[in-house]
């Protein structure tokens, strides 16, 4: 199972409180009156606001990106116009026919970001999103150098230290907003944030980003979501989860990411290569556990829970681009251990190699080395102390 903490917008979606996802209904007018909302009706921001010729071929390029089967009123807007370290960025909007559910909130527009790279010829649209009452859109957009997410390329991406930075633009959209670029990890195992306020000038302001590098950028107490296309940025949780079960609980109760404050609602995160793993089991002493990881890019943080519903955070452990994992319970109750792939071998104190079909087991806490495949090679992992 893949979880994300950053939600990256494809097609037309609804993006808002919660970072919720929804599908552009299309409906067919009411009596309700449309919604004023700057990106609609104000004059264009930015310092490319005056150049007549950037609007009209964003405004082209707009037209040209929306599906066919998206109906539109009237012209399109250019609520936000300038100059990024990448080449020039726009915001569009444009209105909607009225979809008035009863009860529910009011469909009225689509929005996203058109960008013209330097030295490129293709226009590249983000988003659109539909703009519904009661729901926030994406204000921000990561421009330079983008990773392509295929497995291939992001390796040999990830590993090239002369990557060129990418620069965040962040459209000012009337909400108090604050950016952090470095996070530290609390006693109780959560990330916290080193936030600052962001101050707007001509409608806009800009934050580098390292490249690779995380940071957070929040309004209103939620995470402001990025316009770019899906699959444009180095930010998709790549590595997989591996649940493993030994004979405990899979009881949601017992799961990180299920209690409040620990996944990272705020921020974005580059990839890392190590699998998150959950597995769960009973020591032999009879109590249940559940050893957990959450990785967020090279910070990857190990939890334990053992009796009860209250997670111990072990610390932060070294990344490792590897396909198993192995930790040590408490009281002498073993080792556990986990593979992707079925079969390893272990050897314990004063005994030969023991061959292990399975994927996983809680062995014994006398063993010394544990070794398993990966791929054509068999692999020593580290029996931790």
């Given at each position: 199972m893949i979880r994300r903490r950053a939600l990256l917008t494809a097609g037309l979606a609804v993006?808002?409180?919660?970072?919720?996802?929804?599908?552009?209904r299309?409906?067919?007018?009411?009596?309700?009156?449309?919604?004023?909302?700057?990106?609609?009706?104000?004059?264009?921001?930015?310092?490319?606001?005056?150049?007549?010729?950037?609007?009209?071929?964003?405004?082209n390029a707009w037209r040209s990106a929306l599906p066919a089967s998206v109906r539109t009123v009237g012209e399109p807007n250019v609520a936000w116009?300038?100059?990024?370290?990448?080449?020039?960025l726009a915001l569009v909007a444009q209105r909607i026919p009225l979809d008035d559910p009863p009860g529910g909130p009011v469909h009225y527009g689509v929005t996203g970001f058109v960008e013209l790279r330097d030295g490129a010829s293709q226009w590249t649209v983000g988003g659109p999103e539909t703009m519904v009452t009661g729901w926030d859109n994406a204000n921000a957009f990561l421009v330079g150098e983008a990773v392509d997410p295929a497995f291939q390329k992001f390796v040999k991406q990830w590993s090239d230290a002369s990557r060129s930075p990418q620069t965040l633009i962040v459209v000012d959209d009337g909400r108090p907003t604050r950016f952090a670029s470095r996070y530290t990890v609390d006693r109780a195992g959560r990330i916290v944030w080193s936030f600052e306020d962001v101050a707007f000038r001509e409608g806009s302001?800009?934050?580098?980003?390292?490249?690779?590098?995380?940071?957070?950028?929040?309004?209103?107490?939620?995470?402001?979501?990025?316009?770019?296309?899906?699959?444009?940025?180095?930010?998709?949780?790549?590595?997989?989860?591996?649940?493993?079960?030994?004979?405990?609980?899979?009881?949601?109760?017992?799961?990180?990411?299920?209690?409040?404050?620990?996944?990272?609602?705020?921020?974005?995160?580059?990839?890392?290569?190590?699998?998150?793993?959950?597995?769960?089991?009973?020591?032999?002493?009879?109590?249940?556990?559940?050893?957990?990881?959450?990785?967020?890019?090279?910070?990857?943080?190990?939890?334990?829970?053992?009796?009860?519903?209250?997670?111990?955070?072990?610390?932060?452990?070294?990344?490792?681009?590897?396909?198993?994992f192995a930790t040590r319970l408490p009281d002498g109750q073993g080792i556990v251990f986990a593979s992707k792939r079925s079969r390893f071998r272990y050897r314990r104190l004063n005994g030969g190699w023991i061959t292990n079909p399975d994927a996983a087991a809680l062995l014994p806490p006398d063993t010394l080395e544990i070794r398993y495949q990966d791929g054509a090679n068999e692999v020593l992992l580290p029996v931790p102390t």
């Open positions: 993006a808002g409180a919660g970072a919720t996802a929804g599908v552009l299309l409906g067919g007018g009411s009596g309700v009156t449309p919604p004023a909302n700057d990106r609609l009706d104000a004059p264009t921001r930015g310092d490319l606001a005056t150049d007549a010729v950037f609007l009209d071929a964003a405004i116009a300038g100059t990024t370290p990448a080449g020039r302001a800009t934050r580098p980003i390292s490249n690779p590098a995380s940071f957070a950028l929040v309004a209103g107490g939620r995470r402001v979501e990025l316009g770019n296309p899906k699959g444009s940025l180095p930010l998709d949780e790549l590595p997989s989860s591996r649940e493993v079960g030994l004979g405990g609980s899979g009881d949601e109760r017992r799961d990180v990411r299920n209690i409040p404050g620990y996944e990272d609602m705020s921020g974005y995160h580059h990839p890392s290569l190590t699998t998150a793993w959950r597995i769960a089991g009973v020591t032999p002493d009879n109590r249940a556990f559940v050893l957990q990881t959450m990785v967020d890019d090279r910070t990857i943080r190990l939890f334990r829970f053992l009796d009860g519903e209250q997670p111990e955070f072990l610390g932060v452990v070294p990344e490792r681009r590897q396909s198993a």
